[in-house]
């Protein structure tokens, strides 16, 4: 341990050691040609790092493991000072010096064997620059695709009126894709919670709301349910939500995912449908009631006045009231033509 603290103080002194050119027979050139050549590979050696050091300021934080650039470049550079001691030593005897650096270099060397034997096979799994182009070029066809699957899903809600929602129980917070916000007529992405979903609905619909909130807390399954919703100018709007409730390990409420659709039209369609049903059925009850009593009686003076054995004043008589009849069937008929004009089915109400 001596030795190593005296060679440490003693690093520079060198009395009794010579120089190259006295400890051998070098000719200028031999002399020259290791000097020249220890010089270009220290410069070589020190360029190289710098280079090294350089790459990774650039890429900052985009290229992997840092530890092994750095250790290559303090091996290369005290490889690079071996040499240039090499070359001093032909002037001076820094002996001393010279095996410093070579142990310096030594154990940096099997430092970076290690750290290298250490990273191998994470590094083996490293893909190609060309695998690594093809891996992009897949991903930017998945992204196009997703791009384009998205648009065709807006489209489809924008054509549907119908939205994708969740409701988070514990930060109380309500998402909806774009459209939810378009039936709600809402700024895109506001921040909605319960309360204010809630205030929304209508308020004959607010029991029956509460109540299957109040069956879902129970743990009973979600049902399909219907209300209206009133908008600024007291307009009104009909949705209709389908959903699942996600139950937590304690049984819950963890989240609520549904769809909420606009049936507003739908809705206005189906009271215009029951609308005419309605008057079909009016027609119908006129058509087998009303007209069934002038046309029996009509049919009634026709078999009468078919029999021989009346007189003449009894044939007036049935005359008349055959005119009387069709006067009353007449009625009717204009009657029925009315309503039927009164039902356009092909109007559209929406």
């Known amino acids: 341990m001596q030795e190593i603290i005296d060679f440490l103080r003693n690093l520079f002194d060198a009395p009794s050691f010579p120089t190259r050119w006295q400890s051998n027979d070098w000719s200028g050139f031999y002399g020259v040609l290791h000097i020249l050549s220890d010089l270009l590979i220290w410069a070589a050696y020190l360029a190289i790092p710098i280079i090294i050091i350089r790459f990774i300021v650039a890429r900052k934080k985009r290229i992997s493991y840092n530890t092994l650039y750095i250790l290559f470049a303090a091996f290369i550079l005290t490889c690079g000072f071996s040499h240039l001691i090499d070359a001093f030593i032909f002037y001076m005897p820094v002996y001393k010096v010279s095996a410093f650096f070579k142990a310096g270099t030594a154990i940096l060397s099997w430092i970076t064997v290690f750290v290298l034997l250490r990273i191998l096979p994470a590094a083996i799994l490293l893909k190609t620059p060309q695998e690594l182009e093809e891996e992009m070029k897949k991903r930017h066809r998945a992204e196009e695709e997703t791009v384009k699957k998205n648009k065709q899903l807006q489209e489809a809600e924008k054509i549907g009126k119908i939205c994708y929602g969740e409701w988070d129980p514990f930060s109380d917070t309500i998402v909806m894709t774009d459209f939810g ?26 029991p029956a709301i509460s109540r299957v909130i109040q069956k879902i807390q129970n743990g009973s399954k979600f049902e399909t349910i219907n209300y209206r919703i009133i908008l600024p100018g007291n307009r009104v709007k009909h949705i209709e939500i389908n959903g699942e409730v ?19 039209e739908q809705f206005t369609n189906m009271k215009y449908i029951e609308a005419q049903n309605e008057q079909l059925k009016n027609i119908a009850w006129i058509q087998s009631h009303k007209v069934r009593g002038p046309l029996a009686t009509i049919m ?26 069709s006067a009353s069937l007449d009625e009717v008929i204009k009657e029925i033509v009315s309503k039927s004009e009164a039902l356009d089915i092909s109007e559209n109400p929406a």
């Open 181 to 206: 916000y378009i039936i709600y007529e809402l700024p895109n992405k506001t921040r909605l919670t319960s309360r204010d979903f809630l205030a929304y609905i209508h308020p004959d619909d607010k």
């Open 300 to 325: 009634g003076l026709v078999d009468i006045l078919n029999e021989n054995h009346l007189s003449e004043k009894d044939k007036d008589m049935v005359l008349d009231g055959l005119k009387m009849s």
């Open 246 to 264: 996600i139950f937590g390990v304690q049984n819950e409420v963890s989240r609520f995912i549904c769809t909420i659709q606009d049936v507003t």
